[in-house]
């Protein structure tokens, strides 16, 4: 069974830092990526990451945040820092791989961050 299990949300103040941390169990995944959705809105991407390590970034978070990978462990981080009020959003952990021609996709439960200005 294939699950992805988000930690570290939190409400932090404006400028502060936090880390979110997803353990992903009963399969490798090639690419791992976190999004996000605020209330009213559409889920976007944050942040994706190869098992090569290859990453790519939001324009709305480039510099602040930063995604990496621990593949001995099946898990993805996000650093987030100097955290802004409209970074407020449910974060979900994504992983995917393509088989047979088909992507699938899997996702966590979502793990909210809260930031007060």
């Given amino acids: ?27 490798i995944f090639s690419e ?11 889920r976007e991407l944050v942040a994706t990451i190869t098992s090569g390590g290859s990453t790519n970034y939001a324009d709305s978070v ?6 990496s990978r ?18 407020t959003a449910v974060y979900y952990c994504n992983g995917h791989y393509l088989s047979w021609g088909t992507m699938n996709h899997y996702w ?3 793990t909210q961050v809260t930031v007060s200005s």
């Fill in 62 to 67: 480039k510099g602040r945040f930063t995604i």
């Fill in 108 to 110: 966590g439960q979502g």
């Fill in 1 to 27: 069974q294939v699950q992805l299990v988000e930690s570290g949300g939190g409400l932090v103040q404006a400028g502060g830092s936090l880390r979110l941390s997803c353990a992903a169990s009963g399969r």
């Fill in 70 to 87: 621990d593949n001995a462990k099946n898990t993805v981080y996000l650093q987030m820092n100097s955290l802004k009020p409209e970074d």
């Fill in 32 to 42: 791992m990526g976190w999004y996000r959705q605020a209330p009213g809105k559409q």
